[in-house]
């Protein structure tokens, strides 16, 4: 095989990867893989004359390809933070599948493509879960806007749609050599039939499970603000942040009534931190003048996003992430506010902070780079956060799940809420930062498998769009025009049933991760047996 169709078939994968992304149906993934694959397998035919690392020059382009044309607004907001997520990312991609194809050279054929297929799901499992997450590209996700074919995620999660993809894409792969080898159809009946029973079976299951799906009437209406302020323009000073809320107030007076059980507003509302010490939060004057809109309404509670600080005792017993005044340490938390019908508060901290932008990963060890993060919200430096989801509880005792922004895209965190009793699910999220490009788009697809997950219904408020309501089969009700100042009013149905994922979470990835171990120690003692 020349250079030059080497090279082609790597960048055709990073194409055909990214067009999920891009809105071009999910299916399209199913076949994305197989230009690599036949990569891989000329690599292995050729092993005596290419080394391995070869092939993981060729991976590479595939990977940064699919990493820039699917993320490139990231650096609409910073433009080394992207540069950084562009090329890590692709570097780990690369070596997995360098990793995959290294056990296709040492293991049986139909080992080696296992082995691919738990390395890749094991990491996407780490990208959740160490301190450079980035699962934005996790294959599973690449249906969001598919949800009718993916229902049977509320027993899988995305890492079920992880694992369809690749089996899908090595199949289909195999039927492509076995007619290209001219192979009789005796010998090439099993991979097809294996491949009509992975296509059809989910996609006719799902189908059911979406139409006979019937929620639990259990309504609760709301109200979702939509203030539309640039985030390349605002200002924060004083006047401001008071224009900021006059005009959220306005928005919600056009719209609630007395029957609104909950007011939403978006991520960090007010992005001036030394407004809200959250030691007299009650004492804050937009926090009461909130408190006295909702006491307009005979049941309204209300939660929206600040930036707020927290001082601690002293300097010795301060988090990581605190930052030192002399003597004094403090935190700044991109925090949601939940004010009670009794005029009390409820706070919750983001805990899934984006690297580079809201904090700098693996702290410990680089914290004197600290001052160089940017934070989207009005601060610099990493912030503060706390370590697992808490519930808002409202005054009949439902509880609420509060999910900030970046939060949404991981599933099990999510699964979280739920199973500390989440009836409902509200995301505020500020995607104004990555402008008119697909990045919101995305964003807002996630949700829809994340109500699919949990069986949640969803209500979305983002500063500068797209706002909605989300029922828990993922349809998308009242979505609001972007870049434009909106107020919607909708009822969505709370819910107290329980999925087989919110229960055993990302058991699939689990399971892989300790696979991917046995085989990594098999390669190691292959290799020095050797």
Same mark, same amino acid.
């Given at each position: 095989?020349?250079?030059?169709?080497?090279?082609?078939?790597?960048?055709?994968?990073?194409?055909?990867? #990214?067009?999920?992304?891009?809105?071009?149906?999910?299916?399209?993934?199913?076949?994305?893989?197989?230009?690599?694959?036949?990569?891989?397998?000329?690599?292995?035919?050729?092993?005596?004359?290419y080394r391995g690392v070869s092939f993981w020059g060729h991976t590479f382009l595939t990977f940064i390809i699919w990493n820039?044309?699917? +993320?490139?607004?990231?650096?609409?907001?910073?433009?080394?933070?992207?540069?950084?997520?562009?090329?890590?990312n692709s570097f780990l991609m690369a070596g997995v599948w360098w990793l995959a194809h290294t056990a296709r050279r040492n293991?049986?054929?139909?080992?080696?493509?296992? /082995?691919?297929?738990?390395?890749?799901?094991?990491?996407?499992?780490?990208?959740?879960?160490?301190?450079?997450?980035?699962?934005?590209?996790?294959?599973?996700?690449?249906?969001?806007?598919?949800?009718?074919?993916?229902?049977?995620?509320?027993? +899988?999660?995305?890492?079920?749609?992880?694992?369809?993809?690749?089996?899908?894409?090595?199949?289909?792969?195999?039927?492509?050599?076995?007619?290209?080898?001219?192979? #009789?159809?005796?010998? #090439?009946?099993?991979?097809?039939?294996?491949?009509?029973?992975?296509?059809?079976?989910?996609?006719?299951? #799902?189908?059911?499970?979406?139409?006979?799906?019937?929620?639990?009437?259990?309504?609760?209406?709301?109200?979702?603000?939509?203030?539309?302020?640039?985030?390349?323009?605002?200002?924060?000073?004083?006047?401001?942040?008071? $224009?900021?809320?006059?005009?959220?107030?306005?928005?919600?007076?056009?719209?609630?009534?007395?029957?609104?059980?909950?007011?939403?507003?978006?991520?960090?509302?007010?992005?001036?931190?030394?407004?809200?010490?959250?030691?007299?939060?009650?004492?804050?004057?937009?926090?009461?003048?909130?408190?006295?809109?909702?006491?307009?309404?005979?049941?309204?509670?209300?939660?929206?996003?600040?930036?707020?600080?927290?001082? =601690?005792?002293?300097?010795? +017993?301060?988090?990581?992430?605190?930052?030192?005044?002399?003597?004094?340490? =403090?935190?700044?938390?991109?925090?949601?506010?939940?004010?009670?019908?009794?005029?009390?508060?409820?706070?919750?901290?983001?805990?899934?902070?984006?690297?580079?932008?809201?904090?700098?990963?693996?702290?410990?060890?680089?914290?004197?780079?600290?001052?160089?993060?940017?934070?989207?919200?009005?601060?610099?430096?990493?912030?503060?956060?706390?370590?697992?989801?808490?519930?808002?509880?409202s005054k009949d005792g439902t509880k609420v799940a509060p999910v900030i922004c970046y939060e949404s895209i991981f599933g099990?965190?999510? &699964?979280?809420?739920? $199973?500390?009793?989440?009836?409902?699910?509200?995301?505020?999220?500020?995607?104004?930062?990555?402008?008119?490009?697909?990045?919101?788009?995305?964003?807002?697809?996630? /949700?829809?498998?994340?109500?699919?997950?949990?069986?949640?219904?969803? /209500?979305? &408020?983002?500063?500068?769009?797209?706002?909605?309501?989300?029922?828990?089969?993922?349809?998308?009700? $009242?979505?609001?025009?972007?870049?434009?100042?909106?107020?919607?009013?909708? +009822?969505?149905?709370?819910?107290?049933?329980?999925?087989?994922?919110?229960?055993?979470?990302?058991?699939?990835?689990?399971?892989?991760?300790?696979?991917?171990?046995?085989?990594?120690?098999?390669?190691?003692?292959?290799?020095?047996?050797?």
């Amino acid at each position: 095989m020349k250079r030059s169709h080497r090279i082609l078939l790597s960048v055709l994968s990073g194409v055909l990867l #990214s067009l999920a992304w891009l809105g071009f149906p999910g299916w399209t993934l199913f076949f994305a893989f197989v230009p690599l694959l036949y990569l891989d397998n000329f690599f292995v035919e050729q092993k005596d004359n290419y080394r391995g690392v070869s092939f993981w020059g060729h991976t590479f382009l595939t990977f940064i390809i699919w990493n820039v044309l699917t +993320t490139f607004w990231v650096a609409n907001a910073t433009l080394a933070g992207a540069l950084m997520a562009f090329t890590i990312n692709s570097f780990l991609m690369a070596g997995v599948w360098w990793l995959a194809h290294t056990a296709r050279r040492n293991f049986r054929s139909n080992l080696g493509y296992f /082995a691919l297929i738990v390395f890749w799901i094991s990491f996407e499992y780490m990208h959740y879960h160490w301190d450079f997450e980035w699962p934005w590209l996790h294959l599973g996700n690449g249906f969001a806007n598919n949800i009718k074919i993916v229902q049977w995620y509320e027993f +899988t999660g995305v890492f079920g749609g992880t694992f369809w993809v690749l089996i899908i894409n090595i199949l289909l792969f195999k039927i492509a050599r076995n007619f290209q080898n001219k192979l #009789s159809l005796k010998k #090439s009946i099993y991979p097809i039939l294996v491949f009509t029973i992975l296509l059809i079976v989910p996609v006719s299951t #799902s189908l059911i499970m979406y139409y006979s799906y019937v929620e639990k009437e259990n309504p609760k209406n709301i109200t979702i603000i939509q203030p539309n302020v640039d985030p390349y323009s605002e200002s924060y000073d004083l006047l401001a942040e008071t $224009q900021k809320k006059e005009k959220f107030i306005a928005l919600a007076q056009s719209v609630t009534t007395n029957k609104t059980d909950y007011i939403i507003g978006p991520e960090t509302v007010f992005e001036n931190p030394g407004y809200w010490n959250e030691a007299n939060l009650q004492s804050n004057r937009f926090y009461r003048r909130f408190y006295d809109m909702i006491l307009n309404y005979s049941n309204a509670e209300i939660i929206f996003g600040v930036s707020s600080y927290k001082v =601690y005792p002293d300097k010795n +017993t301060a988090p990581i992430s605190a930052r030192v005044n002399g003597d004094a340490a =403090y935190d700044r938390f991109n925090t949601a506010i939940f004010i009670e019908r009794s005029g009390q508060s409820q706070i919750y901290h983001k805990s899934k902070l984006v690297v580079g932008v809201e904090k700098m990963p693996f702290m410990k060890y680089l914290g004197f780079l600290n001052d160089i993060v940017i934070n989207i919200g009005g601060t610099t430096g990493s912030l503060g956060q706390q370590t697992e989801p808490s519930n808002f509880v409202s005054k009949d005792g439902t509880k609420v799940a509060p999910v900030i922004c970046y939060e949404s895209i991981f599933g099990e965190y999510v &699964a979280g809420y739920v $199973q500390k009793g989440a009836g409902l699910i509200f995301i505020i999220t500020n995607d104004g930062w990555w402008k008119n490009t697909p990045g919101y788009k995305q964003h807002l697809s996630f /949700a829809r498998l994340r109500a699919i997950e949990t069986r949640r219904s969803i /209500a979305r &408020a983002a500063n500068t769009g797209i706002s909605c309501f989300i029922n828990q089969r993922g349809d998308i009700f $009242q979505p609001t025009n972007w870049w434009v100042d909106a107020a919607i009013n909708g +009822t969505i149905n709370a819910n107290d049933k329980i999925t087989f994922y919110v229960k055993y979470g990302d058991y699939i990835a689990r399971v892989s991760l300790f696979v991917s171990i046995l085989l990594l120690l098999n390669l190691i003692v292959k290799r020095f047996t050797k």
